[in-house]
């Protein structure tokens, strides 16, 4: 079945690397950046020593004070050019301003795209916590294991032991899950041939134009003590990738199902995308109607706002997160837990996160330099 995605807020899908000052122009004036491949700027001041020198000693002597733009050669071409939001340069710890590393999106031939397992993944998070929320078995089997998890952490005495397991729980919390996770797309089974994801079948996207795709932001943490922005390169809003999804459907697979899985069409995956994405949404749109502390100041209303436009968007397609800046374990087993228990929740959750101000448990959240949150996208057909 041909897909179309659709970007509804920045994405970041990265390739775990990072363009530094040694790889890119700045042009702080037009908010211009320009990536270039840096051992072909070397090979082509092969023949101009002094400047060669020049740009070896600067790499030694003040590798963050400088870019590449006093040692490029007029036929010299960037790989790519984006739009910058925000700004490429931050005060050091001497005073001095330093350029900041620009976090890569993931591409082919310098063209973005999007993976198929990035979008099989997000399908796959929506349906776990489906199965967890709706099939009673399993979510008391996630409630009792995490009460007890926090029943063993009580009877500890020894505080250093006590310690010593609180920096345990959040992994043991994510074992509990990956147990019902082989229950949920494989009837228990830890074989991956029978685990029915694998007979759904998710194209990469094709790639894109990079000049046309992507342009690089600050992102910033809020609800933090620190202030922190991390530029990445980001899909701009409104872009449309294609792909293809396929349910590969015959006898062969039907005998590894489960019988309470019942996601077997385009129709029955659009269904349950869209209730966790509901149930996310009304998470975040709480979230962000209380006070938010920290030291970056955040328009709500137009994070609020965003979000209320989401529901909307549904009646389209269905909806899915992707990218970096997700919480696997957060998504998941918090929400259910707050809206299965509240006591086991309150009692829960301050483990399972970091701590913010004072003693209080704080989940930060990550937004663009504007205001934006991060990885929205629909899917239709």
Known sequence: MDCSLEILSPTHIGNGNKLNNWN?????????????DFDKVVQSLKDDKQRLSQLISSIKRNPHYQDLTNFLK?????????????????????????????????KVNNNPYIPGSEIKGAIRT?????MLKNNESLKQELLKG????????????????????????????????????????????KDGK???????????????????????????IINTSRSFFDPHELLKVRQKFEFRLDILWDDLYRNYIVKEFNFKSFE????VCNEFANDLINHEIEFFSKNVYGKEKVDIKKVVDFYKGLKEKSKNG?????????????LTVNLIVKHSDENLFKSIYPLLVHRGYGNNPAKSRKLTFNDEPLGWVLVSY
């Not at 122009?25 to 990536?35: A, H, M, R, T």
């Not at 929506?126 to 489906?130: E, K, P």
């Not at 094709?206 to 795709?213: F, L, R, S, V």
């Not at 909806?319 to 997700?326: E, P």
């Open 318 to 330: 269905f909806l899915l997160r992707l990218g970096k800046h997700q919480g696997f374990l957060s």
């Open 126 to 130: 929506a349906i776990l916590y489906n």
């Open 24 to 36: 890119y122009s700045y042009d702080e004036k037009q908010k211009i950046l320009k990536v270039y």
């Open 194 to 220: 029978k685990d029915f994801m694998r007979f759904i079948s998710v194209s990469d996207t094709k790639p894109k134009n990079p000049e046309e795709a992507l342009y690089v932001c600050d992102i910033k």
């Open 268 to 271: 029955d995956i659009q269904a």
């Open 146 to 189: 995490l009460k007890k998890l926090f029943e063993d952490l009580k009877k500890l005495q020894d505080e250093r032991e006590r310690e010593k397991e609180k920096k345990k729980l959040k992994s043991r919390a994510q074992q509990i899950l990956e147990e019902l996770e082989n229950k949920v797309f494989s009837d228990g089974s």
């Open 74 to 106: 007029p036929d010299i071409k960037p790989l790519y050019t984006l739009n910058v939001s925000g700004s490429l340069k931050r005060r050091g710890k001497d005073g001095n301003l330093e350029f900041k590393e620009v976090w890569e999106f993931i």
